[in-house]
């Protein structure tokens, strides 16, 4: 019975969004308790060497695992860094009230929208509800203000340059963005956006210019853009990082909002170190995050998801 319950949630947790749709998890149901593995065969070793965006997705996919658990009523403890790669051991404790059925209905509705946000502001006191949010795990967020905008879309222009001439990691992003159908990851061509003049550059999908979406009506206005930053800079902290981002993005979709992360800023080492300085060397910078109101109504198509994650 409680095996059941378990992979469920994990069936749930396939819908976490992970870098370049690597999906670099692996779920155990091992008698009463679900385990997560990183699977470290998914590393991108050009654009992620040290595996923090891969522990930072399989963070994504823990939290989404247990809002899954808490909306079926479900009470969990969690062990965290377990042994290794086995990141977490979640076991169902008992019952309690359902919660958070908000964000358990935002999983499946939840995709990275890469067009340019409208003006409209963002409601008032909605990155303040997402600071509670990442803080209850430890992590923190810098909203960058017009002041260190500047600062951050010159940080994200010069993340974009160092990418475009690195050969290596050009050849790992062809790899990931064009994907056989049959290994149901990767970046789908669909869910990327043709170039149009930004506010604070996004990373760019396909240079060969074979995008799927159209950008739309919108120019960014609104956008608010977020740092997610940790104290310490260890895999405890790029889970915990994980963990909040999910928390983040599942609250923005819940409230109707739309979100893209942008976490190239955060693996090129240089401009990592200016994203630092813009943090007042005060911690690190695990993910940026932007968000907006939609444009368009227009919905951006889901990507794919591998089956074959969960065992036991
Ligand atoms: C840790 C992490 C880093 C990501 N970095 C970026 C990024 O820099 N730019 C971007 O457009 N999308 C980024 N994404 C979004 C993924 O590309 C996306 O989740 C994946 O392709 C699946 O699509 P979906 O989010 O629509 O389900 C990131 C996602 C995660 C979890």
């Known amino acids: 019975m409680t095996s059941t319950i378990l992979r469920s949630a994990a069936e749930t947790a396939r819908h976490a969004p992970s870098i370049f749709n690597t999906q670099p998890w692996r779920w155990e149901v091992r008698g009463d308790a679900l385990e997560l593995h990183a699977d470290r065969s998914r590393l991108l070793p050009v654009t992620d060497p040290e595996g923090r965006m891969l522990t930072v997705s399989c963070g994504v996919a823990l939290h989404h695992a247990l809002v899954a658990l808490a909306a079926e009523g479900h009470r969990t403890s969690v062990e965290r860094g377990v042994d290794g790669d086995l990141l977490a051991r979640i076991t169902v404790t008992g019952t309690a009230q359902p919660t958070g059925t908000n964000l358990r209905d935002a999983i499946p509705e939840r995709h990275t929208d890469r067009r340019p946000f409208a003006d409209t502001p963002v409601p008032d006191g909605f990155v303040d509800r997402l600071r509670d949010v990442a803080e209850a795990r430890g992590v923190y967020v810098a909203e960058l203000d017009a002041d260190s905008l500047v600062r951050f879309q010159v940080t994200a222009a010069r993340a974009g340059e160092l990418d475009e001439n690195d050969v290596a990691y050009q050849a790992e992003l062809a790899e990931w963005t064009h994907r056989p159908a049959s290994s149901a990851d990767g970046v789908a061509p669909g869910s990327t956006v043709a170039p149009t003049p930004r506010k604070v550059p996004l990373r760019s999908f396909f240079p060969d210019g074979a995008e799927g979406l159209l950008p739309g009506p919108g120019h960014d206005g609104g956008a608010r853009y977020l740092v997610l930053w940790t104290v310490g800079d260890s895999p405890a902290d790029w889970l915990a990082a994980g963990e909040a981002m999910s928390a983040a993005l599942l609250a923005t979709t819940a409230a109707g909002l739309a979100v893209s992360p942008m976490t190239d800023v955060v693996e ?42 969960i065992a036991g």
């Open 268 to 309: 090129v080492p240089a401009s990592r170190a200016m994203l630092h300085r813009l943090l007042d060397n005060l911690g690190e910078a695990q993910v940026a995050l932007r968000i907006g109101v939609p444009a368009t109504s227009d919905a951006v198509p889901p990507t794919p998801r591998r089956a074959d994650v």
